[in-house]
């Protein structure tokens, strides 16, 4: 029996576990491969390595970026991977906006016991159980790079991003990268608000941590 490998984005730790144990524990057929408190990380688990999850299962609520903004970068990069998102509070509300970034389903956080078990396989399989406005994972990456008009969607740094985060993980200064570059001090500062945005990060040294971290750098 081939097993339905998953990834979880949840930012608080407790619950994180307990979904994870729980999934683990309901069948031999699931198996969380990681659980990540990171978009940004969780954006490149889900594009590259050997640990590419099945299902990803996405909370709405992760701070400085929404749910349905990580499920339409996953989804930008990846057509296959079936993706549900969660919810401490009312799932009705989410349900459009998680359609329209590439789910599959939505369910709320005390829905999970009920209705999880039978929801992996289906979605797994890129199906979506509910009908619309969800669509297969398929039908759904078709829809968002229609929709996104351009392959910045894809959240891929392009070689001249990662040559400025590369000189300053050199430490060195704004200043001097520019004129190593030949290019002026507000165009390093646009290469960095680029990257920031397509790694989900808050900070220049998080992107960096993170490209560090997956030998971009």
């Known amino acids: 029996m081939k097993k339905i490998g998953i990834g979880i984005l949840e930012n608080d730790v ?7 144990r729980w999934i683990d524990g309901r069948s031999p057929s699931f198996t969380v491969l990681w659980s990540c408190g990171s978009p940004a990380e969780v954006i490149y688990r889900c594009s590259f390595g050997d640990e590419i999850p099945d299902v990803l299962i996405v909370d709405m ?26 919810t401490a509070y009312n799932p009705i509300e989410y349900i ?8 599959q389903a939505m369910l709320g956080k005390d829905e999970i016991v009920a209705k999880m078990a039978d929801l992996l396989p289906i979605v797994a ?19 968002v790079m229609e ?20 000189l300053y993980s050199q430490n060195l200064k704004t200043e001097e990268i520019a004129k190593k570059l030949g290019i002026r001090r507000s165009t390093v500062f646009t290469y960095v608000h680029r990257t920031n945005t397509k790694l989900c990060v808050k900070n220049r040294d998080e992107a960096i941590r993170l490209c560090k971290k997956y030998d971009l750098l």
């Open 14 to 20: 407790w619950s994180a576990r307990a979904i994870s």
């Open 61 to 86: 609520a992760l701070g400085s970026i929404s749910g349905s903004d990580v499920c339409r970068k996953v989804r930008s990069v990846n057509s296959s991977i079936g993706i549900i998102g969660m």
């Open 96 to 103: 459009d906006d998680m359609a329209a970034s590439g789910a």
């Open 125 to 143: 399989d890129g199906r979506s159980p509910s009908g619309m406005p969800f669509v297969s994972a398929s039908q759904a990456y078709r829809r």
């Open 147 to 166: 929709g996104s008009g351009s392959s910045d969607s894809m959240a891929m740094l392009t070689d001249r991003e990662l040559q400025v985060l590369r």
